[in-house]
């Protein structure tokens, strides 16, 4: 027993431990995005390994490691390379970043930077209604590889996965509704909740549709007995001599 409540618990964490061994193993992105009335600001975390797999970052002096200096000279490229992958569409309109930056966050003993941060920002004009995000940075160089995000509204926060760049939509969609942010799933299929309730209510309505037509046929019906009773005429019975009775009257004749 106790053999069992330990694999048990070994499974538990292995599946727990999964997805973070999955980030940290080399292929995603993450982007923190941040909504306001005014303007949405958008903050991607990426691996440095995976801008050289891009051929964003360079390793100039051949020493096999990247140095402060190759980082600075690579930051118009990373900022390139970056804004391409990203987009942003506001109800319908697709938006340009009016300031972007990169930064750096480095390790304890760590000579070159382990995260770069790219940081896009963008001015709402309209009052926001439909929202469309769109990274597919590094989707080409890793079958793997995923783009994770987390948005925020107030207090109020959604995480989320951009879907793939060739499928429909190209990004996260987000419907904001009385100040209520809402992620619209993409690919919706049969066993999509949305499509439950709509299958619920329709099946529900037909219930009813069904109960209705046989209380009425039932009304029906006996409107129709009662009629039929009331036009059938009375007959009287007739009345019958019990054999027994038949058998004694012969005998007393013959």
């Given at each position: ?46 691996l440095p390994h995976m801008l050289q797999k891009a051929q964003v970052l360079r390793d100039l002096d051949g020493s096999g ?125 049969w066993y999509s909740p949305a499509m439950l309730w709509l299958g619920a209510g329709i099946g529900g309505l037909a219930l ?16 129709r007995q009662k009629r039929k009773q009331r036009a059938a005429p009375a007959i009287a019975p007739v009345a019958r001599t ?13």
């Amino acid at each position: 027993m106790t053999k069992k409540i330990w694999s048990a618990l070994l499974a538990i964490s292995l599946f727990g431990a999964a997805p973070t061994y999955a980030k940290e193993s080399g292929s995603f992105t993450h982007t923190s995005a941040r909504l306001t009335a005014e303007r949405l600001t958008l903050e991607i975390e990426a691996l440095p390994h995976m801008l050289q797999k891009a051929q964003v970052l360079r390793d100039l002096d051949g020493s096999g490691q990247m140095s402060q200096a190759e980082f600075d000279h690579a930051k118009a490229e990373i900022l390139s390379y970056a804004q391409k992958h990203l987009g942003v569409t506001l109800n319908a309109r697709a938006l340009r970043a009016d300031s972007a930056a990169v930064r750096y966050r480095f390790q304890e003993a760590s000579a070159a930077p382990t995260r770069i941060y790219v940081t896009c920002s963008y001015a709402l004009l309209l009052k926001p209604e439909h929202l469309l995000v769109r990274n597919d940075m590094f989707q080409e160089l890793a079958a793997a590889h995923k783009n994770y995000g987390t948005i925020t509204n107030g207090n109020q926060s959604i995480d989320f996965e951009f879907p793939l760049n060739t499928s429909a939509p190209e990004g996260a969609e987000f419907a904001l509704t009385s100040g209520t942010l809402e992620l619209i799933a993409s690919g919706a299929t049969w066993y999509s909740p949305a499509m439950l309730w709509l299958g619920a209510g329709i099946g529900g309505l037909a219930l009813l549709a069904v109960i209705a037509y046989f209380r009425k046929w039932a009304r029906r019906h006996a409107r129709r007995q009662k009629r039929k009773q009331r036009a059938a005429p009375a007959i009287a019975p007739v009345a019958r001599t019990p054999r027994r009775h038949a058998y004694e009257l012969e005998n007393v004749l013959s």
